[in-house]
């Protein structure tokens, strides 16, 4: 699933808009604000040495209301500048919350059905899996790993502009095995409680539904009889291909350090790990913790499991 961040590369927009806003207001506190300081007090000394001599001459002058004048139009700032000093701080506020704490996306696809529904406004925490620099994703600080259940967003491999989102399946060391449309993680068998089937919500066709019980973690997944477990001709040629062994209706994928195995809840309506490989730490956005809204469905709104 290809997620759709809010308002495109956001990121790299915010960015730009803090350097220019923040050069501009830096400029002003410690160049410009001077300057027009200096040119109002040079402006208000001239007045006051005119009116000095209109007084000495014995003319009477009121020159408050023209000396306040004066200076407040000497230190008003241009438009531009206001407006940059005015954004700044809150465009400085907004790329440190979305960079460091919490980014939010918009599911355009089934793929995590029934997990995540179409519409869904989603928020990803940032910080759960380490602190990692803005815009090159780069990680700085280790806090914590992604664990098998978790529903993560990730730089597709194969086009790192692309953000992406499935459920861990697999961590490092792992040997995973998908056969009959049913897991076994380090050889132990994934539960699997049957519930009601699942109407489709774009068209009218019923999936099996079913609780799967990954280690720590249980959630719904779908089934869609009678596709087969995956389709064979759409194995990719990925990064470390010889870790999965493939046969028509099985594979089993040994995941390497650093790398984890992903997979859509809408099991065969997913394009995931078992087609295009695994997933690097160094792609890894955040872990999806909240539906904020769908405005074609308010209900939605809760945490996500």
Same mark, same amino acid.
């Given at each position: 699933?290809n =997620?759709?961040?809010?308002l495109?590369?956001?990121a790299?927009i915010?960015?730009v808009?803090m350097?220019v806003t ?6 002003d506190?410690f160049v ?13 000394a ?6 000095a001599?209109? $007084?000495?001459?014995?003319?009477k002058?009121d ?9 407040a139009?000497?230190?008003?700032q ?6 940059s000093?005015?954004?700044?701080p809150?465009?400085?506020?907004v ?11 918009k ?5 995590m059905?029934?997990? =995540?529904?179409?519409g ?6 940032? !910080?759960t !899996? ?11 600080i ?12 990730? +730089? ?7 953000d992406?989102?499935k ?13 009959n449309?049913? =897991? ?11 519930l ?15 609780v799967? +019980? ?17 389709n064979l001709?759409?194995?990719?040629n ?8 493939y046969?028509?209706?099985k594979?089993t ?9 992903m997979?859509?809840d ?5 394009a995931?790990?078992r !087609?295009?490989?695994f997933v690097?730490?160094?792609n $890894?956005?955040?872990?999806?913790? =909240?539906?904020?809204m ?6 939605r ?5």
């Amino acid at each position: 699933m290809n =997620l759709q961040p809010i308002l495109g590369n956001f990121a790299l927009i915010l960015f730009v808009l803090m350097v220019v806003t923040g050069v501009v207001w830096f400029l002003d506190v410690f160049v410009l604000a001077r300057q027009r300081r200096a040119a109002a007090d040079a402006a208000l000394a001239e007045y006051d040495a005119r009116t000095a001599k209109l $007084i000495a001459d014995g003319i009477k002058v009121d020159n408050n209301g023209n000396r306040a004048a004066i200076e407040a139009a000497h230190l008003r700032q241009p438009t531009w500048v206001e407006y940059s000093g005015s954004f700044f701080p809150v465009i400085a506020l907004v790329f440190f919350l979305r960079s460091f704490l919490w980014e939010p996306f918009k599911i355009p696809s089934s793929s995590m059905v029934p997990t =995540l529904l179409v519409g869904d406004l989603i928020l990803v925490n940032k !910080y759960t !899996y380490g602190i990692r620099l803005p815009i090159v994703n780069k990680k700085i600080i280790e806090i914590n790993d992604p664990q098998r259940g978790d529903v993560m967003v990730f +730089k597709y491999p194969k086009d790192m502009s692309q953000d992406y989102i499935k459920r861990v399946i697999g961590v490092p060391g792992d040997k995973i095995t998908y056969e009959n449309k049913r =897991l076994t993680v380090n050889g132990v068998p994934v539960q699997y409680t049957p519930l009601d089937e699942y109407l489709d919500d774009e068209r009218p066709v019923y999936h099996k539904q079913f609780v799967e +019980k990954l280690p720590g973690m249980e959630h719904r997944i779908l089934n869609t009889d009678p596709a087969r477990s995956f389709n064979l001709d759409g194995v990719e040629n990925f990064p470390h291909r010889d870790a999965c062994d493939y046969s028509y209706d099985k594979f089993t994928c040994t995941v390497p350090a650093g790398n984890y195995f992903m997979m859509g809840d809408n099991r065969d309506n997913s394009a995931d790990s078992r !087609y295009w490989g695994f997933v690097p730490d160094k792609n $890894i956005v955040g872990k999806a913790f =909240l539906v904020w809204m769908n405005f074609g469905d308010p209900k939605r709104i809760g945490a996500i499991k």
